[in-house]
């Protein structure tokens, strides 16, 4: 492995959050770019009468939004409700994780591999799509390869689901997920309206994120394009779909052409910037922080603010306007640093310098507990101590950073742990 990476403690359940990521990361796919998996399923058995009701109380919603009732009746022929669904949506996965790890499984030398074979293989449509919304070919990839590993987890029948049929289930019975079910469900049912694809070929993940590049259903009928000009959007099975797509959709983000991510930087000893804090390249370069790999920044101009996600104890970055662009496609720093880098790595980029700090522990589910007790005797507003580092949790930390002239990450960590422990 050449890459060691990532920002200190991250959600896991990030990549379920946003618009993407609800699939797991796999292998390279055949370059043809077909799927093999077969139909998922629509039920597993005997349908319950009260799935069925549930399902007829949808009808007044749907045929408003211009949902006719043979389209109705065709999505949810033979659909039954999934209890895999339902566990996914209730499992209590691990929240957090060292960025770190989270970086060496997304930027693998696998990926960047197969990444620049799909560059040459689709060369013809990434150039027409590079010309038509500006943004780089390398993002565009980078993005199908942290979504679904360049389609292969599209292969996987255990992981694929209908997507009529695992929206129905969370608009059923998913708990804090029913209203978001619902509202899926019936882009779902308007996606079938229109005639992209059919009931039985509609597949996304458990959380309903469909095709190459993980569009949720209302970010599909925002904009998703025609690219290979059938007449359907299909990011199910035409790439240059997919990949037009994800293209627009960071375009009409604003992506800024001419612009990357960012860029992992050096710092001159002793420097006391604040951490977010924000100038341009030029007075960056002034003040002595400097590129990584000594190359001069190429536009003075541009905004930048400073990123260490690990402290003190790992790389730094000035992060630039299209980080943030990223972020529309998964409201996480770690997939906006994984993608940038993934895309650097396919255009020829080299692996961060700086090490991360791969001896430091995440903290344990008490641990966790314990850091945001003693955040809450403080007066820092954490939330529910409940042993997940969510948003309430991470801008706890960063208040109690601020307050104690500390780098201010908002990153949990033992160190940290150990300061409220000790009273200071």
């Given at each position: 492995m050449t890459l060691r990476l990532m920002p200190k403690l991250i959600a896991v359940a990030l990549l379920c959050a946003g618009l993407t990521g609800c699939?797991?990361?796999?292998?390279?796919?055949?370059?043809?770019?077909?799927?093999n998996a077969g139909e998922p399923p629509r039920s597993d058995g005997p349908i319950p009468r009260e799935f069925t009701a549930f399902v007829e109380t949808l009808w007044p919603d749907a045929a408003a939004k211009g949902v006719s009732r043979r389209t109705f009746e065709a999505a949810f022929d033979g659909v039954g409700p999934d209890q895999g669904v339902l566990d996914a949506a209730n499992r209590q996965a691990e929240f957090v994780k060292p960025i770190w790890e989270y970086l060496d499984g997304a930027v693998t030398d696998t990926r960047i591999a197969t990444g620049r074979e799909m560059?040459?293989?689709?060369?013809?449509?990434l150039d027409r799509i590079e010309a038509a919304y500006g943004v780089p070919r390398t993002f565009v990839v980078a993005i199908w390869g942290m979504e679904s590993s360049?389609?292969?987890?599209?292969?996987?029948?255990?992981?694929?689901?209908?997507?009529v049929r695992a929206l129905a289930t969370l608009a059923w019975k998913g708990g804090r997920r029913a209203k978001y079910g619902r509202n899926q469900l019936l882009a779902v049912l308007r996606i079938l309206e229109r005639g992209d694809t059919d009931p039985i070929h509609i597949t996304g993940s458990w959380a309903g994120a469909m095709g190459?590049?993980?569009?949720?259903?209302?970010?599909?009928?925002?904009?998703?394009?025609?690219?290979?000009?059938d007449g359907r959007r299909n990011i199910w099975t035409s790439i240059p779909d997919a990949l037009a797509s994800t293209a627009n959709y960071l375009n009409k983000s604003g992506w800024r052409s001419g612009q990357t991510w960012g860029y992992e930087v050096r710092l001159p000893a002793g420097f006391a910037a604040a951490e977010d804090s924000r100038r341009t390249l030029g007075e960056w370069?002034?003040?002595?922080?400097?590129?990584?790999n000594g190359a001069g920044f190429p536009r003075g101009g541009d905004s930048a603010r400073l990123w260490r996600p690990?402290?003190?104890?790992?790389?730094?970055?000035?992060?630039l306007h299209n980080f943030a662009v990223i972020k529309r496609y998964n409201n996480a720093n770690p997939y906006a640093l994984g993608v940038g880098h993934l895309a650097d790595r396919l255009g020829g980029g080299a692996a961060f310098t700086a090490p991360w700090p791969w001896d430091e522990q995440a903290l344990t589910f008490d641990?966790?507990?314990?850091?945001?007790?003693?955040?809450?005797r403080r007066g820092y507003d954490v939330g529910e101590i409940d042993g997940k580092i969510g948003s309430g949790t991470i801008e706890g930390i960063r208040a109690y950073q601020a307050s104690a002239g500390l780098p201010v990450t908002g990153e949990p960590s033992q160190d940290l742990l150990d300061r409220l422990k000790a009273g200071r």
């Open positions: 699939l797991s990361l796999g292998g390279p796919m055949g370059f043809d770019g077909a799927l560059l040459t293989v689709h060369r013809a449509s360049y389609g292969a987890v599209l292969n996987n029948p255990r992981i694929v689901r209908n997507a190459h590049t993980q569009f949720i259903p209302t970010t599909y009928e925002a904009y998703a394009v025609d690219f290979d000009g370069q002034a003040a002595g922080v400097l590129r990584a690990a402290g003190a104890d790992g790389p730094a970055f000035l992060l641990e966790r507990r314990d850091l945001q007790s003693e955040l809450a």
